[in-house]
Nanobody, 117 residues
Framework: QVQLVESGGGVVQSGGSLRLSCEAS????????IGWYRQAAGKERELVAT???????NYGDSVKGRFTISRDHAKKTVYLQMNSLKVEDTAVYYC???????????WGQGTQVTVSS
């Protein structure tokens, strides 16, 4: 059973930094693209960043240059380093794991990130 456990959310002032973690279990880590998505109140869920087993990354336009996604194979954990945070980054951030063999998605419970002005 695939489980994704997020941590690291919280409240930070504009311009500050946070690091989110997503620890995965119940899966063969190498077969999954792991990523972060976010959903702000009243808006649709959007891509933040993804990382493949080979280290290939993809970022949403709004976070390029500010956020960095990384992957620790030994710990089966993916990190999202968020710098220069803006009020508009406020959202619930969800960890996602996609099985590349069958294109099946799994989701974590989400962690709230609030950026105050």
């Amino acid at each position: 059973q695939v489980q994704l456990v997020e941590s690291g959310g919280g409240v930070v002032q504009s311009g500050g930094s946070l690091r989110l973690s997503c620890e995965a279990s119940g899966l063969i880590f190498a077969f999954y693209v792991i990523g972060w998505y976010r959903q702000a109140a009243g808006k649709e869920r959007e891509l933040v960043a993804t990382v493949t087993d080979g280290g290939g990354t993809n970022y949403g336009d709004s976070v390029k240059g500010r956020f960095t996604i990384s992957r620790d194979h030994a710990k089966k954990t993916v990190y999202l380093q968020m710098n220069s945070l803006k009020v508009e980054d406020t959202a619930v951030y969800y960890c996602s794991a996609m099985d590349i063999r069958v294109r099946e998605h799994y989701w974590g419970q989400g962690t709230q990130v609030t950026v105050s002005s």
